[in-house]
């Protein structure tokens, strides 16, 4: 958020997901994570608790507000896609460094593992600017069927972070189709002077939605079954999500879900796809 420009609404969102996920909220913090001074810190604090003081609380030794029992009620009803949502931004704001072996951080929050593929920025920018400007570019790309470096020319509609993997979609020219490529096989991206012809609203792919009922695997005993719907399903007997066609492979692998129980057992897969019939002809087929 550029600080000089910021607009209430935009203080108030940021103040809202600090509150919701750290449960409290005081100056030198809004002053670390912004890079405000102490005045305005204190403003940025205010507008938050004139919201509604009925949902913070002093506290004169930590020298801090801390949310009330009241705060949460809002929260008891929100879907999963909300509150992982909101964990998303807040995440987003505040970092989430690996919680490398060789060095020791003051923080609370750490990824177990390292991004190593993180793509290049020249690549990753590269893309951006033409799916922005919806141009055509050439790429230098390598892939396991085809290892040898080769070229394509793709029309790019969507960067697509899957797991911890980036991902372009785009039309290919050549296969006269809309495929996925890794940014970490991209050897070279050359922008054209085309303008691209295909876009994400004609990947039929991409607008399809599909509903993945998940459930746990049904290996696991009835106690073990419990456990799994309170930490995935809210205690509910499952959840469905729903999934772009194009995405549905990636979010099968990402959340480790068996699709045939038969040979993908338990406890190696806790999450198993109950529609799976329907929803096997989503995967990848090449």
Same mark, same amino acid.
């Given at each position: 958020?550029?600080?000089?420009?910021?607009?209430?609404?935009? @203080?108030?969102?940021?103040?809202?997901?600090? =509150? &919701?996920?750290? +449960? $409290?909220?005081?100056?030198? *913090?809004?002053?670390?994570?912004?890079?405000?001074?102490?005045?305005?810190?204190?403003?940025?604090?205010?507008?938050?608790?004139?919201?509604?003081?009925?949902?913070?609380?002093?506290?004169?030794?930590?020298?801090?507000?801390?949310?009330?029992?009241?705060?949460?009620?809002?929260?008891?009803?929100?879907?999963?896609?909300?509150?992982?949502?909101?964990?998303?931004?807040?995440?987003?704001?505040?970092?989430?460094?690996?919680?490398?072996?060789?060095?020791?951080?003051?923080?609370?929050?750490?990824?177990?593992?390292?991004?190593?593929?993180?793509?290049?920025?020249?690549?990753?920018?590269?893309?951006?600017?033409?799916?922005?400007?919806?141009?055509?570019?050439?790429?230098?790309?390598?892939?396991?069927?085809?290892?040898?470096?080769? @070229?394509?020319?793709?029309?790019?509609?969507? =960067? &697509?972070?899957? +797991? $911890?993997?980036?991902?372009? *979609?785009?039309?290919?020219?050549?296969?006269?189709?809309?495929?996925d490529y890794a940014l970490g096989r991209i050897i070279e991206v050359k922008p054209l002077a085309q303008l691209a012809d295909?876009?994400?609203?004609?990947?039929?792919?991409?607008?399809?939605?599909?509903?993945?009922?998940?459930?746990?695997?049904?290996?696991?005993?009835?106690?073990?079954?419990?456990?799994?719907?309170?930490?995935?399903?809210?205690?509910?007997?499952?959840?469905?999500?729903?999934?772009?066609?194009?995405?549905?492979?990636?979010?099968?692998?990402?959340?480790?879900?068996?699709?045939?129980?038969?040979?993908?057992?338990?406890?190696?897969?806790?999450?198993?796809?109950?529609?799976?019939?329907?929803?096997?002809?989503?995967?990848?087929?090449?």
């Amino acid at each position: 958020m550029d600080q000089q420009n910021d607009s209430p609404q935009q @203080r108030l969102s940021l103040m809202e997901l600090l =509150l &919701v996920w750290e +449960g $409290r909220i005081y100056r030198s *913090r809004v002053c670390e994570l912004f890079g405000i001074g102490l005045p305005r810190a204190s403003q940025w604090i205010k507008e938050i608790r004139d919201l509604d003081r009925s949902r913070l609380d002093w506290d004169s030794k930590a020298r801090s507000y801390f949310v009330t029992a009241d705060f949460y009620k809002q929260y008891t009803k929100a879907t999963q896609a909300v509150i992982s949502e909101s964990l998303s931004r807040y995440l987003s704001m505040v970092g989430l460094p690996y919680a490398s072996a060789m060095e020791d951080g003051e923080g609370v929050m750490w990824s177990a593992t390292p991004s190593i593929n993180a793509p290049s920025p020249k690549i990753f920018a590269a893309l951006n600017n033409a799916i922005r400007q919806a141009m055509a570019v050439d790429i230098e790309y390598m892939s396991l069927s085809e290892p040898a470096p080769h @070229r394509r020319i793709i029309h790019p509609h969507s =960067l &697509v972070l899957a +797991g $911890r993997r980036w991902h372009v *979609r785009a039309y290919s020219e050549t296969n006269q189709d809309y495929r996925d490529y890794a940014l970490g096989r991209i050897i070279e991206v050359k922008p054209l002077a085309q303008l691209a012809d295909r876009s994400r609203h004609d990947d039929p792919d991409w607008n399809t939605k599909v509903k993945v009922r998940l459930v746990a695997h049904p290996e696991l005993s009835q106690d073990q079954a419990r456990v799994i719907q309170a930490e995935y399903f809210k205690g509910t007997a499952s959840r469905v999500e729903t999934c772009r066609a194009a995405l549905v492979p990636y979010f099968i692998q990402d959340i480790r879900a068996a699709m045939d129980t038969k040979t993908q057992h338990a406890p190696d897969y806790l999450i198993a796809v109950e529609n799976a019939r329907e929803v096997s002809k989503w995967l990848f087929k090449r």
